[in-house]
């Protein structure tokens, strides 16, 4: 079974200046990783996602993760941050072994500060 | 674009009700899933399915039900709706099974026991 940790539960953060969302996993078989993010009164949407390859993934409205094993993270990152970036962000993850099923952290909640 | 519909936005029904949620999707997906969504918990499987007739249990499965007759048709069923029972729920469709694809959500629905 695997497992997934976001530590902020919520981020402040200025306009324009960078954001770090973090996400740590336990699995204890090779996993893929997904950022989701939800904007206000809606569902969720694909970020990006780590399948193998490259361990630094570029994702759409400007965010990109970094994977590192070592460590078992998949942080988030953003260089510059604008008010449309308020949302919460979801990190989860699936074990690579067939049918498994999505596991989500429970979510940081990003607030730009004008 | 993948289309995941749920009928209702907004829902309010009364403790012992039989309640149903319903969710469609547009993209001939084989996998659709039942999650809800609570304030610092993430998102927790409520039930799943992978072909038409087919179900299985999430991690929270009680106290629910589900129903696919059609391929694009998922429903969650509330045998006998609890106020515990109050809570945001989302639907999500995938490709295939393999875990390696993403999921697509609706909107979700609020739905409030009183």
């Known amino acids: 079974a695997q497992s997934v940790t976001q530590l902020d539960s919520q981020v402040p953060v200025f306009e324009e200046a960078p954001v770090e969302l973090r996400c740590n996993y336990s699995?204890?078989?090779?996993?893929?990783l997904f950022w989701y993010v939800q904007y206000p009164n809606q569902g969720l949407q694909l970020l990006l996602k780590y399948l193998s390859g490259s361990t630094l993934v570029k994702g759409i409205n400007g965010f990109e993760a970094e994977f590192n094993k070592s460590q078992t993270s998949f942080h988030l990152r953003k260089p510059s941050v604008h008010i449309s970036d308020t949302a919460e962000y979801f990190c989860?993850?699936?074990?690579?072994?067939?049918?498994?099923?999505?596991?989500f952290g429970t979510g940081t909640r990003l607030t730009i500060i004008p | 674009d993948v289309k995941v519909t749920q009928s209702s936005r907004y829902l309010v029904k009364r403790t012992g009700e039989k309640v149903f949620l319903e969710c469609v999707q547009d993209m001939d997906h084989e996998n659709m899933f039942w999650y809800r969504q609570d304030p610092g918990l993430g998102l927790r499987l409520i039930y799943f399915?992978?072909?038409?007739?087919?179900?299985e249990k999430g991690d929270i499965p009680e106290g629910y039900s589900v129903s696919r007759e059609k391929k694009e048709r998922f429903s969650l069923i509330l045998e006998s709706a609890s106020t515990n029972q109050t809570s945001m729920y989302l639907c999500?469709?995938?490709?295939?099974?393999?875990?390696?694809?993403?999921?697509?959500f609706g909107d979700g629905t609020r739905l409030s026991i009183l």
């Open positions: 999500a469709s995938s490709l295939t099974g393999n875990s390696n694809q993403p999921q697509h």
């Open positions: 989860a993850v699936s074990s690579n072994f067939g049918n498994e099923k999505l596991t």
């Open positions: 699995s204890s078989v090779s996993v893929y």
């Open positions: 399915s992978y072909d038409v007739k087919m179900k």
